[in-house]
């Protein structure tokens, strides 16, 4: 295995990922289920998206917590939404991936679900409506 270098190699993280989220028994009824992701759509945002993370490449444009916030009144994403997310993350890039650019990558995975997590669970208990 080699280490994460490239916008394909993104690309192949990112379509590995979802497909195991979307055979998740947890994680799949949310995706097609409640959000109906259009695949077609969301995969290309989300190379451009883990791209930025992971590279720094100003190719993502947009509002993850906005968009999450807003799902989170329709969907469970409590902690153990997130950690089966993180799970599924690690596990792909452990597949994939081997170095520090793997490493780093676990890293903002977990970096991002705990950001995402605070502020739902923070806007749970503020009763705040989501959106």
């Known amino acids: 295995m080699t280490d994460r270098t490239s916008r394909a190699d993104v690309e192949r993280l990112v379509d590995a990922f979802y497909d195991q989220v979307r055979a998740d028994a ?26 930025t993370v992971l590279f720094g490449a100003p190719a993502f444009k947009g509002n993850p917590l906005a968009v999450h ?32 650019g793997a490493t780093e990558a676990k890293r903002r995975a977990a970096h991002i679900a705990t950001v995402m997590q605070h502020h739902i669970g923070a806007d749970r208990a503020a009763g705040v409506a989501a959106g």
């Open 69 to 100: 916030r807003a799902l989170a009144s329709r969907a469970p994403m409590s902690g153990a939404e997130f950690g089966q997310w993180l799970h599924l993350f690690e596990r792909t890039v452990d597949t994939l991936f081997a170095g520090p």
């Open 26 to 51: 947890r994680l799949g009824p949310i995706f097609d289920g409640i959000a109906q992701v259009d695949w077609a759509a969301h995969l290309p945002r989300m190379y451009d998206f883990w791209e």
